[in-house]
């Protein structure tokens, strides 16, 4: 039963430059959610994709978009990357079944994002 | 005030011993709680949910819920080296898909 899986592991950017990251649920999952952790923090929710369309948005600017396809794996996009993006990000999935199992998230190995 | 809040530590504590992890939340509408154990540089790792007041036991860990005080803790019986990390706790509102974590309680074990 594969977990949940993310790419890259690690990234380095400059300021000013966009990037991507990808990551696949837990086989049986229907629903991700994207986190970003910074370096001695708890993870901060950025948003959640269900059917293919955004459930719910943290705080975070409109920097930060997402997108799920069909196959329920997803995608992070930053554009024009200031160096307080650098976090490890962090995408989690889950199965909206309702209270209990449904709020149950499994998180990925992460993707490390460097700003230089 | 923080949505939820941990003291972060770092809590020592001797091999063998139980270890006491705390966590308080301000949402009086949570119900769901959770556990995760992160090791320096992985990602968070669930160890307990827990949804209703009282007890949970899975093990060598407890976790134990106050809705009224607006509590949740962690045991750790027998701790050992291997449990030195960071606990992180995490509430949410039923199926709003938004977790909320304190920013995690650093725990080591000494032999």
């Not at chain 1, 380095?12 to 430059?17: A, C, E, F, L, N």
């Not at chain 1, 997402?66 to 650098?86: I, K, M, R, T, W």
């Not at chain 2, 011993?17 to 540089?41: E, K, M």
């Not at chain 2, 949910?49 to 962690?74: C, H, M, P, W």
Request: with cysteine; aromatic share 10%; net charge neutral.
């Amino acid at each position: 039963d594969a977990g949940v899986t993310q790419s890259p592991t690690h990234l380095i950017k400059t300021r000013g430059q966009q990037v991507t990251l990808r990551c696949s649920p837990k086989s049986g999952h229907d629903t991700v959610s994207w986190y970003q952790q910074a370096l001695g923090q708890g993870p901060q929710f950025i948003f959640q994709y269900y059917e293919e369309e955004e459930r719910q948005r943290g705080n975070f600017p409109d920097r930060f978009s997402g997108h799920q396809f069909p196959n329920y794996s997803s995608e992070l996009n930053v554009n024009a990357l200031l160096l307080g993006d650098s976090a490890l990000y962090l995408c989690a999935s889950s199965l909206v079944a309702g209270i209990g199992a449904g709020d149950t998230q499994y998180f990925g190995p992460g993707t490390r994002l460097t700003v230089l | 005030q923080k949505e939820v809040e941990q003291n972060s530590g770092p809590l020592s504590v001797p091999e063998g011993a139980i270890a006491s992890l705390n966590c308080t939340y301000s949402d009086r509408g949570s119900q769901s709680f959770f556990w995760y154990r992160q090791y320096s540089g992985k990602s968070p790792e669930l160890i307990m949910s827990i949804y209703s007041n009282g007890d949970k036991e899975d093990g060598r860990f407890t976790a134990q819920l106050n809705k009224a005080s607006q509590y949740v803790s962690l045991l750790i019986r027998d701790s050992q080296p291997s449990d030195s990390a960071t606990y992180l706790c995490a509430v949410t509102r039923s199926n709003t898909g938004k977790l909320i974590f304190g920013q995690g309680t650093t725990l080591q074990v000494k032999p």
